[in-house]
């Protein structure tokens, strides 16, 4: 699976942006559908999930209630409306693809990487 993601920038406090991810190459693999991040100096984090099969979505507590996840069928992408961003959001932000069921998703179980892309929020 490739994954081809798009939409970082520089926004101020409490403004918006959308990520998008394109997944290409084997789709019939993907189980979840997700972003993490990763901000200097810390571990890659979780941000959220969506199921390729129910579409059932899944949230980190630091970014729920500003963030939405959407899945567009016929392009097999994977948007991440951001609302509400805070200077913690600032962030290498990289799209992941799981091929198996998981309960929580650790940075350790992703099956395909896309290259990051860069978020950064401004006070």
């Not at 979840?32 to 507590?61: C, L």
């Amino acid at each position: 699976v490739q994954l081809q993601a798009s939409g970082g920038g520089l926004v101020q406090a409490g403004g918006s942006l959308r990520l998008s991810c394109a997944a290409s190459g084997r789709t019939s693999s993907i189980y979840h559908m997700g972003w993490f991040r990763q901000a200097p100096g810390k571990d890659r984090e979780f941000v959220a999930a969506i199921s390729w099969t129910d579409y059932s979505t899944n949230y980190a507590d630091s970014v729920k209630g500003r963030v939405t996840i959407s899945r567009d069928n016929a392009k097999n992408t994977v948007n991440l409306q951001m609302n509400s961003l805070k200077p913690e959001d600032t962030a290498v932000y990289y799209c992941a693809v799981a091929s198996h069921r998981l309960r929580t998703w650790p940075a350790g179980a992703t099956d395909y990487w896309g290259k990051g892309t860069l978020v950064t929020v401004s006070s």
